[in-house]
């Protein structure tokens, strides 16, 4: 299956192709991927896990006894937490990020589900959310899944990514045109 998908490849495509398996032949799949979004929303939150993951000072020893602090205080467990002990003690656990991408997007083509990466300038109500869903829907005829970020940057408007495309109607690309016609008119 990572073969197919070209979003899945390398090292973190193989540790997710391996884990969407064993998720799937466990029939677990959806528990797998909210313990390894718990996980992602954690690497998020604090800088100093983020160090722990991508700091090639920290032992594996090291990383396996924080990682097992943070998986006990997080309530992850089962496969999910196993895959992250194995990539720990594999010094692995640097590629972490990619590998929840992966999975995600194994588990997304799994269920016949579209992923989508959409940036706000601000947080979006949910029935705003709901309704991009449902235009992004009449588009792809799938389901789609959302990630959103927030960057004030963008200014207003939203940027959505889904596969190949993007349409950008964020403010922030809205006011560089005006900027380049008005320097090409001057």
């Known amino acids: ?58 032992g594996a020893d090291t990383q396996l006894k924080a990682l097992n602090a943070v998986l006990d205080k997080a309530g992850i467990a089962g496969v999910a937490a196993n895959v992250l002990r194995v990539l720990t003690t594999n010094r692995r656990l640097f590629a972490v990020a990619d590998v929840i991408r992966a999975f995600n997007a194994l588990v997304a083509k799994y269920k016949g589900e ?45 940027v959505v990514k889904l596969g190949s495309r993007m349409i950008d109607s964020s403010l922030r690309t809205k006011l560089n045109s005006i900027k380049h016609a008005m320097k090409e008119a001057g």
Do not use: Q
Not at 30 to 45: C, G, R, S, T
Not at 47 to 54: F, I, M, Q, S, T
Not at 118 to 132: F, G, R, W
């Open 1 to 58: 299956m990572a073969a197919e998908d070209p979003s899945v490849s390398g090292v973190s495509g193989r540790y997710a192709t391996a884990l969407f398996e064993l998720a799937r032949d466990e029939k677990s799949v959806d528990a797998v991927k909210a313990d390894l979004d718990k996980f992602n929303a954690l690497l998020d939150e604090s800088a100093d896990l983020k160090r722990l993951v991508r700091s090639p000072v920290f």
């Open 114 to 158: 579209a992923t989508a990466d959409v940036t706000v300038a601000e947080p979006i109500s949910d029935k705003n959310l709901d309704a991009l869903k449902a235009a992004l829907k009449t588009v792809t005829g799938k389901d789609v899944a959302l990630n959103v970020k927030v960057d004030p940057a963008i200014i207003g408007g939203l």
